[in-house]
């Protein structure tokens, strides 16, 4: 499904990582799964979607190196835009990237979390679809797995 108006991404992957810690020390949107890093899977999901015009990786100011790694296997993209360098919250890298597609003036913005590479293309066409007819959107997955305390 394609928009009527440019649809922009902001990837937020300025985490350190500190609550899912692993031997390797990488922030889980660099670790390699099935052959590339989360960020690459992440990153996949939204330049494979031919709705998407713009996206923009907001990252930890210590993670260029990683960044340049993970996103060299997915080739040239010229709607992928130079990452930004996030701030100290969440709030702050969000609003770091919205500045950063200042000039590209999208109609819509979709924000992602970088260690979340599952988005299916499905769940795009739908939340472009709700943002054509409503001013925000929350995209949730139903749980399906029993939780225990």
Not at 100 to 116: E, I, M, Q, T, Y
């Amino acid at each position: 499904m394609e928009s009527n108006g440019r649809v922009a991404v902001v990837v937020v992957a300025g985490g350190t990582g500190t609550r899912a810690a692993g031997a390797d020390g990488l922030p889980k949107q660099y670790r390699v799964v099935a052959g590339r890093t989360v960020l690459a899977h992440t990153l996949a999901a939204f330049l494979d979607h031919p709705g998407i015009d713009r996206v923009v990786t907001v990252i930890h100011p210590d993670h260029r190196a990683f960044y340049d790694d993970a996103v060299a296997a997915l080739g040239a993209d010229s709607r992928l835009a130079p990452p930004v360098v996030g701030g100290a919250t969440r709030q702050a890298s969000v609003r770091a990237g919205l500045e950063a597609l200042s000039g590209a003036a999208p109609d819509l913005v979709l924000v992602h979390d970088a260690a979340r590479p599952f988005v299916s293309r499905a769940i795009l066409d739908r939340t472009i679809a709700t943002l054509g007819e409503a001013e925000a959107a929350l995209v949730a997955v139903r749980i399906v797995d029993t939780l225990k305390k």
